[in-house]
């Protein structure tokens, strides 16, 4: 139980072209969903945190503007690059906390590696 | 923001041999988390340890928690080549249902056939 899937895995895209990455909760409600970044060699940077049904809360730094996320429903959220550029190129990882859970579980997604060209 | 350090940043040993990573925090906590990650790829979570317990066991994994001095170590006994990854702990902090796991810096870990 409690998997979380990313779509896509990978994805280039060009520079000033937006990119859409889907997270998903399979078996679970989560009414918290996370996003962090990793560059390489560096350590997960907490991105955003998203609630369903409300606008996502952004940690210092992060430009809500560009990193556009939508947590539509308790099973699905999505962070949406905009007009990405090559500084952007990071892999994307997002995490999901059941509805009521306890112990302050997360789980995890696979992860996104964008590369921005 | 990141809670605290990983000790060492990078450590290279041969198989067989123990390897030992350490962590610093510096929040109360409610529980803190190991995960593991392989290069390019996603986390895989080792073990949890709460904030009442002081050391706990998985297989070859022993981790320690200090709450007195904000930090844990983990302990991974007769290494692997297989091991060879990041390894990564993450704390929640206390009486704060809803804020995400921090974490700390990792430690690239190298275990040699």
């Known amino acids: 139980g409690a998997v979380v899937s990313q779509h896509p895995s990978r994805v280039i895209c060009k520079s000033g072209t937006s990119v859409k990455i889907e997270c998903r909760s399979l078996?679970?409600?989560?009414?918290?969903m996370f996003w962090y970044r990793q560059f390489p060699k560096q350590s997960l940077m907490l991105m955003a945190t998203?609630?369903?049904?409300?606008?996502?809360?952004?940690e210092q730094g992060v430009e809500k503007d560009k990193f556009l996320i939508n947590h539509a429903s308790l099973t699905l959220s999505t962070l949406t690059v905009t007009s990405a550029h090559p500084e952007d190129s990071s892999f994307y990882i997002c995490?999901?906390?059941?509805?009521?859970?306890?112990?302050?579980?997360?789980?995890f997604g696979p992860g996104t590696r964008l590369t921005v060209t | 923001s990141q809670q605290g350090e990983e000790d060492p940043q990078a450590l290279s040993i041969q198989e067989g041999e123990n390897a030992t990573m350490n962590c610093s925090y510096k929040?109360?906590?409610?529980?803190l988390q190991w995960y593991r990650q392989n290069s390019g790829r996603g986390l895989v979570h080792l073990i949890l340890?709460?904030?009442?317990?002081r050391e706990k066991h998985s297989g070859r994994l022993r981790v320690t928690l200090d709450t007195s001095k904000k930090s844990s170590s983990l302990l991974i006994t007769a290494s692997r080549a297989a091991d060879t990854a990041s390894y990564f702990c993450?704390?929640?902090?206390?009486?704060?249902?809803?804020?995400?796991?921090?974490f700390g810096k990792g430690t690239r870990l190298s275990v040699i056939a």
């Open positions: 998203s609630n369903e049904g409300s606008k996502a809360t952004y």
């Open positions: 340890i709460r904030s009442n317990e």
């Open positions: 929040t109360s906590i409610n529980n």
């Open positions: 993450a704390t929640a902090v206390k009486n704060s249902g809803n804020t995400p796991l921090v």
């Open positions: 995490s999901a906390r059941e509805a009521g859970a306890y112990n302050y579980e997360q789980y």
């Open positions: 078996d679970f409600q989560a009414t918290t």
